[in-house]
């Protein structure tokens, strides 16, 4: 077996959206750049998470859609068809094959080595390929964009009924008869709806007294809701204790007894992919997250970036595509000798992980927030009032549907009177959020969103009411 070495800019470990997005910016600014990547290019918002969970969820939103106007109703003869369901999630993955992906790095001027990298000390990485180890040598920086893979909880037996991740969730290729999913957080919860609406007989174990514990509680208590009429088996406050299999079944003892299944999809938490990339090489601990500042750097360690998931800031698609803009900027500014402003809003830092994150659960209905809750406020200490609307209430709602249900929820800042967060629960909501994002992230001031005037008749005519009932 042979060893090549080969020297760059800058190394990125890991090809999936946030390893992408940082070595595009690297390479934009003049930076030769190289990624490796193990598995699929383009990672797992591609193949395993974003892309076919919402493909698989789309069809019975749109379904819920029709039947909710009255005279497209009449239209909606037949149910759904659930392969061609699973063939259109099939296509949004273009079937696991990642070729148009290697040819956009391709296209972009970056490097691609395909095989499983690891640090080798400061500033190198060591890639085992089918032709043999290849050192890359950083001359500026090593990007760590490795993400997470799903947790596994300290429950005994567990780990040994095969369980499903989220991956085996959003890629399986029939229907569950019972599907048991533990974790009511919003991969539980879109799943449990998903296959649910696709055929299948879901029991989801929340541990927790509701669902989706960080959201609004106003979020949680509408998914429950609805789930619960579509059938799913919400039990929250439910410990499971032991799990085994019994033939073909899945058998889950739990503090609210025996529960039986033909799957059992395991959604409570990430954990960092750092276990196995060398890290301890350069002081750091295998298996825990990044600790990186606001610019993404890993700190004590000027030459290393930990980017996305594997900083554990905001696990989400988005937000790794921004922190790798954010970190790409900062990495050409230093190769640069460029100075790097680390106060909030800069170019080279991540601000709206802590102030500004906006986020969507594509349940029904959907969850659409940014920024702070109104518990979060208050553990912060900042003064602050909650203003709530029923979105049902807005004359655009009543045109998307009839009987249309959904609530508005503001967190205003008293002192400084600009919003600290907002959250919207209803059907089609996530369209509003960008608007939610920009008055957050702009810090507008409530006597300025006065002028921004919505469209009638649409559902944003909440945003009017909202203002109304601050007023008072």
């Known amino acids: 077996m042979t060893t090549a070495e080969q020297t760059f800019d800058v190394v990125v470990l890991g090809a999936g959206s946030t390893g992408e997005n940082v070595a595009d910016i690297a390479v934009r600014g003049g930076l030769s750049t190289v990624l490796v990547e193990s598995d699929l290019v383009g990672g797992e918002c591609s193949y395993w998470a974003c892309m076919p969970s919402k493909t698989l969820l789309r069809g019975s939103e ?4 029709a039947r909710s106007v009255r005279g497209a109703a009449a239209a909606v003869t037949g149910e759904q068809d659930v392969a061609g369901t699973l063939a259109r999630r099939d296509g949004a993955t273009h079937d696991w094959d990642d070729a148009g992906q290697a040819r956009w790095v ?38 760590v964009c490795t993400g997470s893979r799903a947790a596994m909880p300290p429950v005994e037996g567990l780990a040994e009924v095969d369980p499903w991740t989220p ?47 960080g959201a609004e509680p106003q979020a949680g208590a509408a998914v429950d809701e609805s789930m619960r009429r579509l059938g799913v088996d919400v039990r929250l406050g439910t410990q499971v204790r ?48 990044l600790d990186v500042d606001d610019s993404l750097q890993v700190r004590g360690l000027p030459w290393l970036y930990g980017v996305g998931d594997v900083n554990g800031r905001r696990q989400l698609t988005h937000m790794g595509k921004y922190q790798a803009r954010q970190a790409g900027n900062a990495i050409v500014a230093r190769a640069r000798g460029e100075r790097v402003d680390l106060t909030d809003w ?78 919207f629960v209803g059907a089609g909501v996530a369209e509003l959020l960008h608007s939610a994002t920009v008055a957050v992230v702009g810090e507008v001031p409530i006597a300025r969103l006065w002028h921004a005037v919505p ?18």
């Open 62 to 65: 749109a379904l819920a859609e």
């Open 346 to 423: 800069s170019p080279f830092v991540a601000t709206a992980d802590a102030r500004a994150t906006p986020s969507v659960v594509f349940t029904d209905p959907q969850v659409a927030a940014v920024g702070m809750t109104s518990a979060e406020a208050a553990a912060a200490g900042l003064p602050h009032r909650v203003v709530e609307y029923p979105i049902g209430d807005v004359a655009g709602a009543s045109v998307f549907a009839d009987g249309y249900t959904g609530t508005a929820v503001a967190v205003v800042d008293t002192e400084r009177e600009v919003l600290l967060g907002v959250t």
């Open 242 to 289: 032991a799990a085994r299999r019994d033939g073909a079944e899945v058998v889950l003892t739990t503090s609210a007894g025996e529960l039986r299944g033909d799957e059992v999809l395991v959604a409570a938490g990430r954990a960092a992919n750092t276990g196995e990339i060398g890290v301890d090489t350069v002081g750091l601990e295998p298996g825990e997250y």
């Open 455 to 472: 469209s009638y008749p649409t559902i944003s005519e909440v945003w009017l009411r909202l203002l109304e009932t601050w007023r008072g």
């Open 167 to 213: 991956r085996e969730a959003t890629s399986a290729g029939e229907v569950p008869g019972r599907l048991l999913v533990i974790g009511g957080g919003y991969v539980g919860c879109e799943m449990a709806t998903a296959w649910q609406q696709l055929g299948s007989t879901v029991t989801l174990l929340q541990r927790g007294d509701r669902l989706l514990t």
């Open 106 to 143: 391709e296209g972009a001027g970056i490097t691609l080595v395909r095989g499983r990298g690891r640090l080798a000390g400061e500033r190198r990485v060591t890639v085992r390929t089918p032709d043999g180890d290849v050192v890359l040598t950083a001359r500026h920086a090593v990007a």
